[in-house]
């Protein structure tokens, strides 16, 4: 593996997070602003060019509903635990 590819926990997070903007219907734009930075600057957390910092992962977590502990554990233990968002549509009702 080479020096600039993500690995272990960062990169399980950044799968784990662009899973649940898939679920949701979430843009890049959408969780950068959350948590105060440009989309460009999500993208170069989501690719691991970028680190994340620990103060966002609160804000990350509770826009999808979770607790930190809950988005660090990754996707397969959230929907293992019952625990992801809404789908896109899901819950809405129409007129």
Not at 54 to 75: M, R
Request: hydrophobic share 35%; proline share 4%.
């Amino acid at each position: 593996m080479s020096s600039n590819e993500p690995e272990g926990l960062e990169s399980q997070l950044n799968e784990t997070i662009r899973l649940l903007m898939t679920r949701t219907g979430r843009r890049q734009v959408d969780v950068a602003e959350v948590i105060g930075i440009t989309r460009a600057s999500l993208s170069q957390r989501l690719l691991g060019k970028s680190g994340w910092k620990l103060d966002d992962l609160p804000l990350v977590a509770d826009y999808f509903g979770l607790t930190v502990c809950e988005l660090l554990s990754g996707y397969a233990a959230i929907s293992n635990a019952k625990r992801l968002p809404p789908k896109k549509g899901e819950g809405q009702t129409k007129l």
